[in-house]
């Protein structure tokens, strides 16, 4: 399990694209919405927790190909399923690796874009505790979309149709949690069930993804 | 006897093909007395005027929109346990009347919002779960076509009806804390005292029989057409070879 997780970081580091693409697309996205919605600062600082989230949703769904499509096209992926590893734990892996390669410089980026948006101060650690919590199962979500549209040639709209739907409840409270502690509400509420998300579907998706691995390499 | 001899193609077609008449006239029946007993023989109401007879789409509409999504889980389910072939057509051939269940509910809706609340559209817990249902839908239809193995494309689709299910319902909870609603609360449950009132009822009643049994007529169909057209594939594949 480490050897795959340390081949599939040195994959993303190395071959380019995996690491600096994400946080691009990120970067770019919150600089084009004030040149969508304007300037001015009070409206910037209310819709920032909110276009933080999208951008990292959106960061991570362009990146969710790169999780199976390759290691499906040259073939490793049916050595992998041979391996004495269980399909469960390669899906949990790749999952991981793409939070690590994904979610997790995502997650160190916010404040810094946060600065673009003018955050209001106290939502600083809010909006990066509710990535840092909410980001694992967009990535856990996204291998399973991965999985059901790898076979699938240009499968990358279809998968993106897939997984929007999936990401809602994660968006939801996510961006809650960030809003609320921007306006200096409690938070406590929204965090669990976010937090209750992402261990749920840490816990239980890998399953269904590796079932639909499993079919789509039969 | 078992309700799994249903499962056989043949058998299903034959025993669909002695039923359907029969259900289409029940539909028509249901849905012309419902819709116009509905429209024509019931007041107005003291503070709608006559926009709540949306009522007698509107609901049955949206009932079908959820229910042919559990039926959809259901044959899933069946089709991953038993791999019965009929079964995961109909699930496939449920699908798009789902959709447009769906889609009609969400239009009524909006007829019936824009005079009532001023507005065609609100983030209403209601009306968004809906639109994600509509979403997870299109998803659903949208991965049969794109695959080409039939057998794939069947257990691929189940294992997303399932998880999808269960995202749905997340969903459902999670725009409920989101936003608060506009929509009012089930008027229609069996337990509670204050339900609409029986002059609507009735007819309302018949109206969702008749959308009930559209809903089972079409899919009947969709499912003779879907084994049907996968015969005549396997024949024109045979005679390729040949």
Redesign the interface.
Known sequence: MRALLLRDLRLAIRAGGGFGLGLAFFLIVTVLVPFGVGPQTELLSRIAPGILWIGALLACLLSLDRILALDWEDGSLDLLATAPLPMEGIVTVKAFAHWITTGLPLVLAAPVLGVLLSLPIPAYQWVVISLAVGTPALSVIGT?GAA??V??KR?GL?MS??V???Y??TL??GA?VARRGAEGLTVQT?LL?LAG?SFGVIAL?PF?SA??LR??L? | MSLWEYANPVKFIRTTDKVLPWIWTLTVLCLVTGLIWGFFFTPNDFRQGSTVKIIYIHVPSALMAINAWLMMLVASLIWIVRRHHVSALAARAAAPVGAVMTMIALATGAFWGQPMWGTWWAWDPRLTSFL?LF??Y??YM??WE??ENDD?AA??TS??C???SV?AV??R???N??NQGLHQGATLSLDKEENISDVFWFPLLVCIAGFVLLFIALVFLRTQTEIRARRTRALLAREGQA
């Open positions: 399973f059901l549209t076979g699938i499968g279809l149709l897939l929007l739907p999936l809602v409840p939801i409270f809650e929204p069930l998300i998706l269904a079932a639909v079919i789509n039969r | 994600i979403l997870f299109l998803g949208a991965l794109a695959i794939t257990d691929l294992i997303l399932l998880v999808g995202f997340l969903s909870y999670a725009v804390f989101w």
